[in-house]
Structure formats: C-alpha cells, structure tokens
Nanobody
Framework: QLQLVESGGGLVQPGGSLRLSCAAS????????VGWFRQGPEKAREGVSC????????IYEDSVKGRFTISRDNAKDTVSLQMNNLKPEDTAVYYC?????????????????WGQGTQVTVSA
C-alpha cells in the first residue's frame, strides 16, 4: 500500500522560498500521478499542482502559477514542490497525494493516497 511522507515545511518571510519533498514507502511513485494539496486556516483543502507519472503533464492552480514548480525524480522516487515568492496567503498545511489522473480536464485531481502533511507558514 502506497504511503507518502512530506518534508521541507517551515516558517519563511514573505518573498522567501521553500522546497517541499514527497517520498514514498510501501510502494513506489514511478507509475503514480502525484498532486500537492493545501489546507489553510479555516479553508477547504485545495489542489495546488499535479504531475503525471512520466512528468509529461503538469498542472498548477492559478494562484501559484509562475511561483511554484513541481518536479519528480523517479530514480529517487520523490516528487518536489519548489515554492518561490511566498505570500502570507500560501500559509497552509501542504499534503502530497497519489492521484487518479493529473490532467487539465480533471482538475482538481482526485486523491487516493495521502501523506500526513507539512506546515508552511509565511509571516514577517
């Protein structure tokens, strides 16, 4: 059974950067489409980005386009989310998840395996 573990969260000032990583245990990520989601204070969980198993399809939620970059290294079995120019409204718990299919036609993606989440706080 696929289990996911996120790392890389923390406290950063507005305009700063963080890199989140998602690693798998119990199975491998190399044939899995993966998404990043977040849930801010008193907000519903929302999709942030997703990447297909081959990396050929990448989707971003509008508010993070141009600031966040999703990537994967199937040799290392990891998926990363590079977050630049962070804003206070990016404050949230970030989750990686295996998703059914990553495509602009199926946005937001449907998750089927969650990580435990990592806190990102953007504050001066």
């Amino acid at each position: 059974q696929l289990q996911l573990v996120e790392s890389g969260g923390g406290l950063v000032q507005p305009g700063g950067s963080l890199r989140l990583s998602c690693a798998a245990s119990g199975s491998t990520l190399d044939l899995v489409d993966v998404g990043w989601f977040r849930q801010g204070p008193e907000k519903a969980r929302e999709g942030v980005s997703c990447i297909s198993y081959s990396g050929s399809r990448i989707i971003y939620e509008d508010s993070v386009k141009g600031r966040f970059t999703i990537s994967r290294d199937n040799a290392k079995d990891t998926v990363s989310l590079q977050m630049n120019n962070l804003k206070p409204e990016d404050t949230a718990v970030y989750y990686c998840a295996g998703v059914v299919y990553c495509s602009v036609h199926t946005w937001p993606p449907v998750p089927n395996a969650w990580g435990q989440g990592t806190q990102v706080t953007v504050s001066a």
